[in-house]
């Protein structure tokens, strides 16, 4: 269809984007909160060290932020803020008295993705802040719809695959072992014949779900790898505490007891294959098609168990 078929009309409902406010003087953070809060959530922060803390409480879709504070400036602040993996994406708008050239570009070199000026006009505030909060608001559509798996609202494999490249690049820097955990549930076409595609769709989202909630580091990762395969993501972690992870997943769905009385054990059960970065035995395997040898040795093996290479753990 041509994209210019699709109907646009529809306004974008940016009524719970949150704007963090940082500025040293209260009456000026009043100014902006007059302006703006019957349209957006506003927060505050009277200082930088102030608004990192509100950062980690709640990420903001857009900070606007005054240049000259004492202690931490603007600027600096705005540095700090693109260095940090989980802040770098926030939107930075300066909200300034300058009007010098050289100081202008210092914001633009910092991160700032656009300027205010001070003494603050109401209309171009509004609209300037608009424009930002919609191009958020897009960019991070976008984002979902390329890396997120629209079942079960995990990654998918687009995203792992990215991931991976940057992980393996990583491993070979560090030398910090990493873990990957291949998840395939059993019997899943016999499963979809038994019960239909309806409640195959919501018991692969429940599987998603638990993977999900049984990894305990931020930096751990599942991604859907494939139909019915997730894969694991465990960074610095050996084979011991991949086995331990592994387990908890197989036994946690053991415990939900999803009825599948076509398979051997009645509920629905998972093999795991793991396989880590420096112990991948086979140098002509990559880590991944090596965790995937271990998946196999685990369906051949009976199902329902952890493999590691030429082990299993039921
Ligand atoms: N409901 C549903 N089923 C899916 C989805 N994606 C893949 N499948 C099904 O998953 C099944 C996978 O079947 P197989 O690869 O034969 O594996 P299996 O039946 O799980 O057998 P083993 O892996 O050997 O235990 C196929 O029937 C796919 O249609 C999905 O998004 N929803």
């Given at each position: 269809?041509?994209?210019?078929?699709?109907?646009?009309?529809?306004?974008?409902?940016?009524?719970?984007?949150?704007?963090?406010?940082?500025?040293?003087?209260?009456?000026?953070?009043?100014?902006?909160?007059?302006?703006?809060?019957?349209?957006?959530?506003?927060?505050?922060?009277?200082?930088?060290?102030?608004?990192?803390?509100?950062?980690?409480?709640?990420?903001?879709?857009?900070?606007l932020?005054?240049?000259?504070?004492?202690?931490?400036?603007?600027?600096?602040?705005?540095?700090?803020?693109?260095?940090?993996?989980?802040?770098?994406?926030?939107?930075?708008?300066?909200?300034?008295?300058?009007?010098?050239?050289?100081?202008?570009?210092?914001?633009?070199?910092?991160?700032?993705?656009?300027?205010?000026?001070?003494?603050?006009?109401?209309?171009?505030?509004?609209?300037?802040?608009?424009?930002?909060?919609?191009?958020?608001y897009?960019?991070?559509?976008?984002?979902?719809?390329?890396?997120?798996?629209?079942?079960?609202?995990?990654?998918?494999?687009?995203?792992?695959?990215?991931?991976?490249?940057?992980?393996?690049?990583?491993?070979?820097?560090?030398?910090?072992?990493?873990?990957?955990?291949?998840v395939?549930?059993?019997?899943?076409k016999?499963?979809?014949?038994?019960?239909?595609?309806?409640?195959?769709?919501?018991?692969?989202k429940?599987?998603?779900?638990?993977?999900?909630?049984?990894?305990?580091?931020?930096?751990?990762?599942?991604?859907?790898?494939?139909?019915?395969?997730?894969?694991?993501?465990?960074?610095?972690?050996?084979?011991?505490g991949?086995?331990?992870?592994?387990?908890?997943?197989?036994?946690?769905?053991?415990?939900?007891?999803?009825?599948?009385l076509?398979?051997?054990?009645?509920?629905?059960?998972?093999?795991?294959?793991?396989?880590?970065?420096?112990?991948?035995?086979?140098?002509?395997?990559t880590?991944?098609?090596?965790?995937?040898?271990?998946?196999?040795?685990?369906?051949?093996?009976?199902?329902?168990?952890?493999?590691?290479?030429?082990?299993?753990?039921?």
């Amino acid at each position: 269809m041509p994209i210019s078929k699709l109907n646009d009309d529809a306004e974008v409902d940016l009524s719970q984007s949150k704007i963090l406010v940082v500025d040293d003087q209260p009456i000026n953070i009043q100014t902006v909160y007059n302006i703006l809060s019957d349209d957006y959530v506003v927060l505050a922060a009277t200082s930088g060290k102030d608004a990192f803390k509100v950062c980690e409480k709640n990420i903001p879709d857009l900070i606007l932020l005054d240049v000259v504070m004492p202690e931490m400036s603007g600027l600096e602040f705005c540095q700090q803020l693109k260095q940090r993996s989980d802040t770098k994406g926030i939107p930075v708008i300066f909200v300034t008295s300058i009007n010098q050239q050289e100081e202008e570009n210092e914001c633009w070199v910092c991160g700032g993705i656009d300027f205010i000026t001070k003494p603050v006009n109401p209309m171009t505030l509004k609209n300037r802040v608009k424009a930002q909060l919609t191009l958020k608001y897009q960019k991070d559509l976008l984002l979902k719809l390329v890396y997120v798996d629209g079942l079960t609202s995990i990654f998918n494999r687009r995203y792992f695959d990215t991931h991976f490249e940057k992980l393996s690049n990583e491993v070979e820097r560090s030398h910090r072992d990493t873990a990957i955990v291949m998840v395939d549930i059993d019997y899943f076409k016999l499963y979809n014949d038994r019960y239909g595609h309806v409640l195959g769709d919501s018991t692969l989202k429940q599987v998603a779900l638990l993977i999900q909630n049984s990894l305990q580091r931020p930096a751990d990762l599942v991604s859907r790898y494939g139909g019915e395969e997730f894969v694991v993501v465990l960074p610095e972690t050996e084979v011991d505490g991949a086995v331990a992870v592994a387990e908890r997943i197989r036994t946690s769905l053991l415990k939900k007891q999803i009825e599948h009385l076509t398979s051997e054990y009645k509920v629905v059960t998972v093999s795991i294959g793991i396989s880590t970065f420096l112990t991948c035995k086979s140098k002509q395997h990559t880590v991944i098609e090596d965790a995937d040898v271990n998946l196999y040795e685990a369906k051949k093996g009976g199902r329902n168990r952890v493999c590691i290479s030429s082990t299993a753990t039921e």
